[in-house]
Every structure is written in structure tokens, then in C-alpha cells.
């Protein structure tokens, strides 16, 4: 499939003025990225929302967000962008890490200097962009919480309080410092401009992973970070993960209550 960029907006919108808060989406075009997007679209955040769409490999329907776009609110400019090839090693692309380039590139080119990401299996709650935005500045970049979500029902577990709760925290305090979820996560670009190539460096070179922690390694070793204590975001758990035993474990009756 050729590559192309398709802009979504309403008639007379200027491209060019600066927007108050980005999004760059990552996508293989999933069934799950109606929701994602629609996520977005149900944002309560009032400001002008630039959201960037980088598809690295089309796995699934090619005029989904076609369709999606209809359903855009007048403050969200979508734009598409697929190169027609990818940019990961894993498919056959040039660079390690397992997704890429598209996360940093659409960083550098998303006119905000706000940007927020979001997978396609993930969902947020509407405050979500409005809380992360109200945190910035004096913050250079800030995180939110996330809930677990059950597999089979779609329904919420519980809020993840083991994994993705920021520096210094959690069970991965002792080996990484922490850890922040990236779609739990805002950049302030600018302030934070060095850390954006870090989307494209493994932590674990043999399997091309990893990129998301030496991100939150950076943003808290150089940069000033914020909490925003409440959950916005939706985590789907994945039975195939190598960590799902685990937090199974972890949520007890919580799990099977929610299935």
C-alpha cells in the first residue's frame, strides 16, 4: 500500500496556530482502535487537540478511520500518516526498537508542544488530557494512573497499584526506577526535546522492547514530573503477557469479580 497523509478537520481551520494538547496515536489499524479514537474524540479537555495517527503496518481495515473521522469533534484535527513500510527491524525496517520510528517522529512534528500518546488497545476517561494539561507547566511532563481491565468483559479490575505509579514506586522501583505507562503519560516537548529520539531505542536490544522505559528513565532522571492521582486511563490485561500470571495474583478475588 502506497504511504500517504490525510488531514481530518473542519472547513477553514487553520493548521498553522499552535494547538493546546497533541495526541500521537501508534497503530496496525486493530478492531480496538474505534475505541481508542473515540476516546479521544470524548475528551472534556476544551482546547484544540492535534491528534496524530502513524500506522506502521495495516493489519486490519484500511477506511476505519474514514469512518471514525466522521465522528470527530469540531477542537480535534486528525492527520494520518503511514509510510507503506515499517520502520521496525522486527518488519523488516532499519531501526531496533519493536515499534519503530512513528512515536517519535509525529512527537517532532505534532504542533503542540504538549503531546500525549495513546495505543490502539488502550481507552482513556474524559478528564484525562484536561488533568495532564492543567499539570503543565510548571511540570515538564506529568503522568496519570491506570485501571486493569478484564479480558473477557471489558469491565474495569482495579486501579494498577503495582506497575505503572511513577519514580521510585511500585515493583519496578528496585530495577528501573519506577515506571510510568506511556499512555498514561504528557511531554512537554520542548523542555523534554532530547528525550523524544529515546522512542526509538530498545532497553532490551535482543527483543527490540523496552523503548517506553529508557523514556521514563530519562524523563526522571533529567526533567521535572507530576502526579495526577486519579485513573484516567484503561490498561487491557492480555493473557499472553508474560507478566498476566503475575498480576492476576496480585488483584486476587478483584479478577475474577470483574470477569
Given at each position: 500500500m502506497p504511504g500517504f497523509l490525510k488531514t481530518y478537520a473542519d472547513p477553514g481551520v487553520s493548521l498553522q496556530s499552535p494547538m493546546d494538547a497533541a495526541v500521537v496515536v501508534h497503530t496496525t489499524l486493530r478492531p480496538s482502535?474505534?475505541?481508542?479514537?473515540?476516546?479521544?474524540?470524548?475528551?472534556?479537555?476544551g482546547?484544540?487537540?492535534?491528534?496524530?495517527?502513524?500506522?506502521?503496518?495495516?493489519?486490519?481495515?484500511?477506511?476505519?478511520?474514514e469512518r471514525l473521522c466522521a465522528q470527530r469533534p469540531a477542537n480535534c484535527v486528525v492527520q494520518v500518516l503511514q509510510p507503506g513500510y515499517s520502520g521496525s527491524a522486527r518488519h523488516g525496517g532499519v531501526h531496533p526498537a519493536e515499534e519503530g520510528v512513528l512515536r517519535a517522529v509525529l512527537t517532532w512534528l505534532a504542533n503542540s508542544r504538549y503531546v500525549a500518546y495513546l495505543d490502539e488497545e488502550y481507552r482513556w476517561?474524559?478528564?484525562h488530557l484536561r488533568l495532564l494539561r492543567a499539570a503543565m507547566p510548571p511540570a515538564e511532563w506529568a503522568y496519570a494512573r491506570r485501571w486493569f481491565v478484564?479480558?473477557?468483559?471489558?469491565?474495569?479490575?482495579?486501579?494498577?497499584?503495582?506497575?505503572?505509579?511513577?519514580?521510585?514506586?511500585?515493583?519496578?522501583?528496585e530495577r528501573f526506577g519506577g515506571y510510568v505507562d506511556p499512555?498514561?503519560?504528557?511531554?512537554?516537548?520542548?523542555a523534554c526535546e532530547h528525550v523524544i529520539t529515546w522512542w526509538t531505542m530498545p532497553r532490551f536490544e535482543d527483543t527490540g522492547t523496552g523503548a517506553d522505559r529508557s523514556v521514563f528513565s530519562y524523563l526522571r532522571e533529567?526533567?521535572?514530573?507530576?502526579?495526577?492521582?486519579?485513573?484516567?486511563?484503561y490498561c487491557p490485561l492480555d493473557p499472553?503477557?508474560?507478566?498476566?500470571?503475575?498480576?492476576?495474583?496480585?488483584?486476587?478475588?478483584?479478577?475474577?469479580?470483574?470477569g
Open positions: 482502535l474505534a475505541a481508542a479514537m473515540r476516546s479521544i474524540f470524548a475528551q472534556s479537555f482546547g484544540r487537540i492535534h491528534v496524530l495517527v502513524g500506522i506502521d503496518r495495516c493489519t486490519g481495515e484500511s477506511d476505519m478511520i476517561l474524559p478528564d478484564h479480558p473477557r468483559s471489558g469491565r474495569p479490575v482495579c486501579v494498577d497499584e503495582w506497575e505503572s505509579v511513577g519514580p521510585d514506586r511500585g515493583v519496578h522501583a499512555n498514561c503519560l504528557m511531554i512537554d516537548k520542548l533529567y526533567h521535572r514530573g507530576e502526579a495526577v492521582e486519579q485513573a484516567t486511563v499472553a503477557d508474560p507478566l498476566h500470571a503475575a498480576r492476576v495474583a496480585r488483584m486476587g478475588v478483584r479478577y475474577d469479580a470483574a
